[in-house]
């Protein structure tokens, strides 16, 4: 042992390469080294990783000992690949026979058997998997011995339904390993007391160290305007594809993000297009298939690629050194992802990571440069813990169950030391038991709902094996839309499509997948068989929630508008589209909601300039427009920005206040929601995750039209007879907390009720316009064509509305 406290072997291994271990590392060992848990946060390249597992590494070089020492669990399966190849490196350069492997989705049956039965000392993991280990009867006798279980990119998913999971299943790690030491690691999080918290058993915000990494190098950020302009619409960047094209052929290699997969595959042919020099550059996203994941993965870590056009699939840790630049195509959304994804370029703490924001119109340049202030004023996105789910908790209970009888009153003291459930009721706990015993009142004929039985004084079992058997064929918490298959016609598959999409396609169509144009052959037996193509093509769409801008940027940009002294750093075309917005009409004060109405080609337009995200706007649309029928103002549609939405009829709307009355989230609210595809969608979610519906029998899979239609049946059947039904309420809040961001929206309202101004003006407004080349664009089937259309259509709205 020496000053450090390090094994010699390690201790030479830092010799060796001129390291020397860092503070927060050392610091690490000796928060270790007295048995107490850790939460660590430190910069993107600041050795994170080796932080976490230094103390297992020095604790089975010390101490050596068979059987599983260390769990990790990361979000990401291909994190856990990333993690264990630079693990693995270090352990083989110091002669250690430590054994590390992961274990995931993808991981084989034999093997996953194997690792149970002779486990590894080290063991990379997700949230889900960790789940279904702990269903197993050998699962007490697995993870006896468990002395750490290290969780990566705290931030990504602790206040998600995989965190509340997690949170589970570390009380249930706590009891079968008791004084389990849980560590935590993140690089940006605002509130890092509130993920001790969750990171504690029962909350105990003590019983976890707070250890800071030291700051390292400030980014280096920067706003890509071509040409000195900035266009009047769209949201993506895409007319900067020629100057991204320049930036990727200076820098050895270039991580190019998007905010949508559909984005991502767009901007790729954009880029291919002005290749001129023919530089490899790839594409990756969730929807590509595992094989070609992993190709590209290895490619960058081979240095083979100069450009890669990702997704969120790439926002974590993944560790390649030689990036030096990443451009973020189109709005950040919030200073905490932006600052997370520019982290991927320069990933050494000595050396400022280089970024640059593409924005694809003058909304979004304002938000880029919110952005850049508040990573300037170190101001991180807010952090909002929510109590854990229902749905995910009835998974949990009957993953233990699984696994062997329980002591309810044991069960529930055990869950309620998980942080997201503390609060946990004791009814609400009984009901959650009695759902799945039952399926609830109203299903409680049916035997195949029957899942858990009493065994008296308060123990509960499964009731049958088949029960444990459909658990782990079917547990987890991403419930993805239905989707297809694309394959050529060798078999060979590229990835996977929504159901939705491919209901769109038939033989001949031709859309852009994995970086290929692909025409279709034919659709069988969930298959879409294709062939690679020269011809233009669509681009897939997906379904789901947009990503919104922040709440905080939000407040940034509001405060910019009215600010003239800001104007200054402004782009000259922006500062003249506000200049000319304040003279024709107002530029609304920060607390304030400006609503316009003004007539434009025969139709009458009300614009909301709210900037609360697109989700909220859009369901405030769905409500005004039926106020607008119920009203006589004879409504055309709605549009919607995550700065605004506009509302459009055949009569003038000169009230615009009683549209937006508080009362319009009561019962109308209710209504819509329940009669709108989107509780039926949310019900289908929580009814998966909660067990009601299976998507898997040995040897078959459903359709993803047959889990639809299960979940339909009964949504209805519940709706009926059983409206209080727990699963109901589960997806109610769901449904108010994502799909619709209820709280931003009643915001929004509450700001329409207090504050609003509405100006009346003679004809289209200068900000208006990013709304009305929407309103254009959704008249217009996709295509070359359109989209030159489109451009034409954006400069006559924007030199009507600038003149004068």
């Not at 938000?367 to 749905?391: S, V």
């Not at 969608?681 to 299960?710: D, M, N, T």
């Not at 407004?765 to 359109?786: D, H, Q």
Request: proline share 5%; glycine share 8%.
């Amino acid at each position: 042992m020496n000053d450090a406290g390090l094994p010699a072997v390690v201790q030479r291994w830092f010799s060796e390469r001129g390291w020397q271990p860092r503070r927060h590392q050392l610091e690490m060992l000796g928060v270790a080294r007295a048995g107490n848990s850790a939460l660590l946060v430190a910069a993107t390249g600041a050795g994170k990783t080796l932080a976490g597992f230094l103390p297992t590494i020095c604790d089975l070089i010390e101490a050596p000992a068979e059987g599983l020492h260390t769990l990790y669990v990361s979000p990401l399966k291909a994190l856990g690949v990333d993690v264990q190849r630079n693990l693995l490196g270090p352990i083989a350069e110091m002669g250690l026979s430590i054994r590390v492997e992961t274990r995931s989705g993808d991981t084989p049956s034999d093997r996953k058997k194997r690792q149970r039965e002779r486990p590894p000392h080290i063991l990379l993991t997700t949230p889900e998997s960790l789940s279904l280990l702990l269903s197993y009867p050998d699962s007490a006798t697995l993870f006896a011995g468990l002395k750490t279980i290290v969780v990566d990119e705290l931030h990504a998913f602790a206040r998600e339904k995989r965190g509340d999971l997690l949170a589970l299943s570390m009380a249930r790690l706590e009891v079968l390993a008791p004084g389990l030491r849980r560590v935590g690691l993140s690089a940006t999080i605002a509130d890092p007391d509130a993920y001790r918290s969750w990171l504690a058993p029962d909350a105990d915000i003590d019983a976890v160290a707070l250890v800071e990494g030291d700051p390292g190098a400030a980014a280096d950020l920067s706003i890509l305007i071509p040409d000195g302009r900035i266009p009047w619409s769209g949201h993506s960047g895409r007319h900067a594809a020629r100057e991204v094209m320049g930036l990727i052929e200076r820098h050895r290699t270039t991580l190019i993000f998007c905010n949508t997969r559909s984005l991502a595959e767009l901007i790729f042919q954009d880029l291919w297009a002005v290749n001129d020099l023919s530089l490899a550059i790839g594409i990756h996203h969730g929807s590509l298939a595992l094989e070609a994941r992993r190709r590209i993965e290895a490619a960058m870590s081979a240095g083979k690629l100069r450009g890669l056009v990702a997704t969120s699939s790439l926002d974590l840790g993944i560790d390649w050194g030689d990036i030096d630049l990443v451009v973020q195509m189109g709005a950040p959304k919030g200073s905490s992802r932006l600052l997370q994804r520019i982290g991927r370029s320069n990933h050494r703490l000595d050396e400022p990571s280089r970024g640059m924001i593409v924005p694809g119109n003058r909304f979004e340049y304002l938000e880029a440069r919110a952005a850049l202030d508040a990573i300037g004023d170190n101001e991180l996105d807010p952090e909002i813990f929510r109590p854990g789910a229902l749905d995910v908790l009835a998974q949990h209970i009957l993953a233990i169950a699984c696994a062997g009888p329980f002591d309810e009153a044991e069960l529930l003291a055990e869950v309620r030391s998980a942080s997201p459930y503390a609060g946990l009721k004791d009814e609400t706990f009984q009901e959650i038991l009695s759902f799945i015993a039952t399926g609830g009142y109203a299903l409680k004929a049916y035997d195949k709902f029957r899942r858990l039985v009493p065994e008296g004084d308060g123990r509960w079992r499964i009731t049958r094996p088949a029960v444990a058997v459909q658990h782990r064929m079917n547990a987890g918490i991403i419930v993805e839309a239905p989707l297809l298959s694309v394959r050529f016609k060798n078999g060979r598959k590229l990835g996977t499509v929504e159901e939705g999409f491919a209901s769109t396609l038939t033989p001949g169509d031709h859309f852009f997948f994995a970086g290929l144009s692909l025409e279709v052959e034919r659709i069988k037996d969930g298959d879409i068989l294709v062939h690679a193509s020269s011809k233009s093509a669509r681009i897939v769409t997906y379904g789901g929630q947009r990503m919104s801008m922040s709440t905080h940027l939000a407040d940034r940009v509001r405060h910019m508008l009215c600010d003239r002294n800001d104007w200054h750093r402004f782009p000259d075309d922006v500062a003249e589209w506000l200049e000319v917005q304040g003279r024709r009409s107002r530029l609304p004060e920060p607390h304030e909601l400006l609503v316009e109405t003004f007539e434009h080609h025969g139709r009458h337009f009300m614009v909301a300039y709210s900037f609360e995200g697109w989700n909220a706007h859009q369901s405030l649309g769905m409500l005004l427009t039926r106020r607008m029928e119920h009203a006589g103002l004879k409504p055309l549609g709605f549009v919607a920005n995550d700065y605004g939405l506009a509302c459009y009829g055949l009569e003038p709307i000169t009230d615009p206040q009683s549209l937006f009355s508080p009362d319009i989230l009561e019962q109308e609210f209710t209504d819509w929601v329940e009669q709108s595809y989107l509780l039926k969608s949310a019900f289908r979610e929580v009814a998966v995750i909660g067990g009601l519906v299976e998507r898997h029998h040995p040897g078959q899979r459903k359709s993803g039209r047959q889990v639809s239609f299960s979940t339909d049946l009964i949504y209805d059947v519940l709706r009926r007879y059983e409206p209080g039904h727990l699963l109901l309420r589960a997806a109610w809040e769901d449904a108010r907390a994502r799909m619709t961001e209820l709280g931003r929206l009643v915001r929004l309202v509450d700001r329409a009720a207090a504050t609003m101004v509405h100006v009346h003006a003679d004809r289209i407004t200068p900000m208006a316009v990013p709304l009305m080349v929407i309103v254009g664009r959704e008249a217009m089937p996709p295509g070359g064509e359109a989209d030159e259309t489109l451009l034409i259509q954006a400069e006559a709205l924007a030199q009507e509305a600038m003149a004068g």
